[in-house]
C-alpha cells in the first residue's frame, strides 16, 4: 500500500465508523429504543435485530475508527446497510425523498466493500494473530 492510500483508506475507515456510531446512536437517543424495536417490528422483522442493529453500528463504528479488526468488521456491518436498502427501496432512489430512498445505503456498502479490499490504512491498532491467540 503505498503512503497516499495508506492515508486514504484511514479516512474512509474513520469517516465510515464515525456514520455509523452517528447511526446507532440516533436510533438509541432520537427514535428511542423502544421506538427502534417497534419500527423494526412495523417492518415484519423480530424486534431484538434493532438491537443487534445498534451494536452493530455503535461497536462497528468504534472497531473502524480504531482499525481493529478493519475487513473483518467492514464485512460483518454490510448485511445492515443491505437491510436498510431493503427497508428504503419503497421511497424511490434518492434519500431526500420522504422515507428516504436507497442509493445511500447502497453507496455506503460499496464502501465497506472498498474498505474491505484496502483494510485499514494509516493509524490502525492491528492486533496481530500471535496476541489474539495469546489472550
Known sequence: MTPNSAYAAFVLRVA???????HGL??????????????????G????????TI???IGGGLALILG???RAVSLAVTPVLLGAVW???????????????????LFW??????IAILGSGAYALKPSVRALAAA
Request: charged share 10%; no cysteine; hydrophobic share 50%.
Open 45 to 52: 422483522l423480530p424486534g431484538f435485530l434493532a438491537y443487534l
Open 109 to 114: 456498502s460499496i464502501v465497506q466493500g472498498t
Open 68 to 70: 481493529v479488526a478493519t
Open 55 to 57: 451494536i452493530a453500528e
Open 16 to 22: 465510515s465508523g464515525a456514520l455509523f456510531i452517528a
Open 26 to 43: 440516533l436510533k438509541v437517543f432520537v427514535f428511542t429504543l423502544p421506538g427502534t424495536v417497534a419500527y423494526f417490528e412495523s417492518l
Open 87 to 105: 427497508v428504503h427501496s419503497g421511497n424511490g432512489w434518492v434519500f431526500s425523498n420522504e422515507g428516504g430512498g436507497w442509493e445511500f445505503p
